[in-house]
């Protein structure tokens, strides 16, 4: 099992960054794919970014490709979600997600384990 905790969440101005974390629990971190969704008021959770074992594949939804930048650290049992050039339309919960699988995932019913989310604001 892994439990997976997010921070970095916020308020910020349209064309602003910010970077989120999650954290997972456990001595097995670096068998899990990781993935980032989010889901806006009003919208069904969607996909954002994955990221294989080995942080040698990723993925991206094409609403945030060229603007965000997942990457992890296997050591401290983290995944990252660097978000640059922040748009009102970003604004949503933004949640991390594990699967013990190989290969990237993208789709939300190929996570088994989900974090309780963090809030991100983009005003305009």
């Known amino acids: 099992q892994v439990q997976l905790v997010e921070s970095g969440g916020g308020l910020v101005q349209a064309g602003g960054s910010l970077r989120l974390s999650c954290a997972a629990s456990?001595?097995?971190?670096?068998?899990?794919?990781m993935g980032w969704f989010r889901q806006a008021p009003g919208k069904e959770r969607e996909f954002v970014a994955a990221?294989?074992?080995?942080?040698?594949?990723?993925y991206y939804a094409d609403s945030v490709k060229g603007r965000f930048t997942i990457s992890r650290d296997n050591a401290k049992n983290t995944v990252y979600l660097q978000m640059n050039s922040l748009k009102p339309e970003d604004t949503a919960v933004y949640y991390c997600?594990?699967?013990?699988?190989?290969?990237?995932?993208?789709?939300?019913?190929?996570?088994?384990?989900w974090g309780q989310g963090t809030q991100v604001t983009v005003s305009s």
């Open positions: 990221i294989t074992r080995s942080s040698f594949s990723t």
């Open positions: 456990g001595r097995t971190f670096s068998t899990y794919v």
């Open positions: 997600a594990a699967t013990p699988t190989l290969g990237v995932k993208l789709r939300e019913y190929e996570y088994d384990h």
